[in-house]
């Protein structure tokens, strides 16, 4: 729960600091006080996006730091997930820089605004006017007995269930399209591996054909260097070879008498051997070379054929041209064993539709299950605020095509009189009379919750009189089930049933207004609900009334 809240250079709040106590606390104070203010910094705190236009004038940040007691609310999970240090006492600080900046931290722990918004979803459920239009919607009225019949698991069952069934129908639609495109380019298909089946490319042959007609196109010239390279190393007595073998034996000769000469001799045998090796390969080359007319012109075409097809297929290589090769062998693969593979994929759907069908059934008997306990409870606290021919039905219904949610609509029907049909809520609620189911839907989904801390700001709008002590006593009893229950109101029977009460005022100087708020003293908490109840004059019979209520 909410135990302290610091407020630095926010809006018209200066300098605040207040404790919050556990159970039901109220807060009032006159129109334009601020108590929207307080609740927009709360809402800083659970995640919401920051303005700079919310730095005090003057300052150059503000800040906003929460104390949260989170003893017996198993929150400790949440924060090992997201690397967060836990401890029962909890602090959580929103930073907004006047250049729009912005900074949360909790635990003194930098945390980003999803973590914030998540954690804050535990921790605070503020409820404004605005959201009674929520009880117009759909999905908040499925999410409202979802929180009822407290189906998570089968929930999750559905939704994993409904994703892989989205998955294997998105898988078949691709191979469906996937077919018919090459279908449609079959023959196609067929005609270019005919070209490559004829062609019979190999890895590399490219390189190897450039090679050779190269070669093949200096044959003369290359023929020539070679022999004359041969004539020089060993096709006379001063060639080369002869010479360094003279050499070899005389240094053989002089080691007898000089033993470096070894060494010198067997290094110069190792290359009189090598220069032999190389002397034998160059003529053997030669001999082999021959200008061939006849093979130039089929590497010539070979290649030119490589060439085209590199071309023809938008590929400057041979590798290229090969994954285009295999590229389309796998396609008519495909092609050939499609019908086949559709046949798979259609089976693996039904298989993953009759699991939606069992997860969604599962789903939707939670519901069904649900919405009559639902039904009657929601009833029960209607009548007690003053709707005595209230009458209450969820519908569960099939819907024409499931979605992330469930296979349900679910709707929810009221009337207020006897003799009057059900109709959807959205159609037929007045103003007050949407201020109470809420109220009711508020009540009975806290405990399902187990949120530790819930804002009801001016929920009463449309209500005053018994209703409205009504209003306020369902609030007492939902404060006493280990809940901190806070209400910003303008109702005086609201006012009287909280245990604690808190005033917000607005102090106006020649250059500044201020917002402040504070804890009443009994005495003061007697005048307080005696002027919301007289207005501005206090009456004795005011006063006498306030404190009436007080006792009740």
């Known amino acids: 729960m909410l135990t302290s809240l610091a407020i630095r250079n926010y809006a018209l709040i200066e300098s605040l600091e207040i404790d919050f106590e556990s159970g039901f606390s109220v807060i009032t104070g006159e129109t334009g006080a601020g108590k929207s203010i307080l609740l927009g910094a709360i809402g800083l705190l659970l995640g919401n996006r920051a303005d700079s236009s919310a730095v005090r004038d003057g300052a150059t940040k503000c800040t906003i730091e929460g104390c949260f007691n989170l003893t017996s609310y198993d929150l400790q999970p949440f924060f090992d997930e997201n690397d967060l ?9 929103r930073e907004l820089l006047a250049s729009g900046k912005s900074r949360a931290f909790v635990n003194d722990t930098p945390a980003s605004l999803v973590q914030l918004k998540a954690l804050g979803s535990k921790l605070i459920d503020i409820h404004s006017q605005h959201q009674n239009l929520l009880l117009n919607s759909e999905s908040f009225q499925r999410e ?12 999750i069952a559905y939704l994993s269930a409904f994703q892989t069934y989205q998955s294997a129908e998105r898988t078949l639609r691709q191979a469906q399209a996937e077919r018919e495109k090459n279908r449609a380019d079959e023959d196609f298909i067929r005609f270019q591996l005919q070209q490559f089946d004829d062609a019979r490319l190999q890895e590399g042959e490219d390189e190897e054909l450039e090679a050779e007609q190269s070669v093949l196109e200096h044959a003369e010239e290359i023929k020539t260097d070679l022999y004359t390279i041969v004539n020089l190393l060993s096709n006379d007595d001063n060639d080369l070879l002869s010479q360094l073998k003279s050499s070899v034996n005389t240094l053989h000769s002089l080691a007898r008498n000089y033993v470096r000469a070894t060494e010198w001799a067997e290094r110069m045998e190792s290359t009189y051997i090598e220069l032999k090796d190389i002397t034998d390969e160059l003529e053997d080359a030669s001999e082999r070379i021959s200008f061939d ?32 090769e ?44 649900a919405a009559k306990t639902a039904e009657q409870g929601i009833v029960e606290r209607l009548i007690s605020l003053g709707m005595p021919n209230i009458r209450f039905q969820i519908d569960v219904t099939p819907r024409t095509t499931p979605d992330n949610s469930g296979m349900d609509a679910v709707t929810f029907r009221f009337s207020a009189n006897k003799s009057s049909a059900l109709q959807d809520i959205s159609d037929v609620a007045s103003g007050g009379e949407i201020s109470r189911v809420m109220l009711a839907i508020k009540a009975m989904t806290a405990a399902s919750r187990g949120l530790p801390t819930l804002i009801f700001d001016e929920i009463d709008t449309g209500i005053s009189g018994h209703i409205a002590d009504r209003m306020g006593s369902i609030m007492q009893e939902m404060s006493a089930q280990n809940r901190q229950i806070i209400s910003i109101t303008h109702l005086p029977q609201i006012a ?40 501005a004059t206090l009456t004795e019979a005011a006063i006498a009334n306030a404190r009436s209520l007080l006792s009740l």
């Not at 069908?357 to 069904?368: E, M, Q, V, Y």
């Not at 005048?527 to 207005?535: D, K, L, Q, V, W």
Request: charged residues 30%; aromatic residues 4%.
């Open 326 to 369: 295999a590229d389309l062998r796998t396609r008519m693969a495909s092609i050939d064993s499609s019908d086949e593979h559709i046949d798979e994929l259609m089976q693996a759907l039904a298989q993953a539709q009759e699991a939606l069908i069992a997860a969604g059934k599962a789903l939707t008997d939670s519901r069904k299950k």
């Open 496 to 535: 009287a049933r909280g245990t604690y009460h808190y005033k917000v005022s607005k102090t106006e100087a020649a250059t500044s207004t201020t917002t402040e708020i504070r804890c009443l003293t009994a005495d003061e908490r007697v005048r307080e609900i005696a002027s919301m109840i007289s207005g």
């Open 144 to 155: 409202v007995l979802d929180t009822l019949a407290a189906n998570n698991s089968e929930r």
């Open 85 to 93: 240090e836990y401890d029962d006492e909890c602090f959580i600080r």
């Open 293 to 324: 007319p006849e093979r130039l012109n089929e590497v010539e075409e070979r290649l030119n054929l490589i060439y085209t097809l590199q071309q023809k297929h938008h590929v400057n290589d041979l590798p290229s041209l090969l994954a285009v």
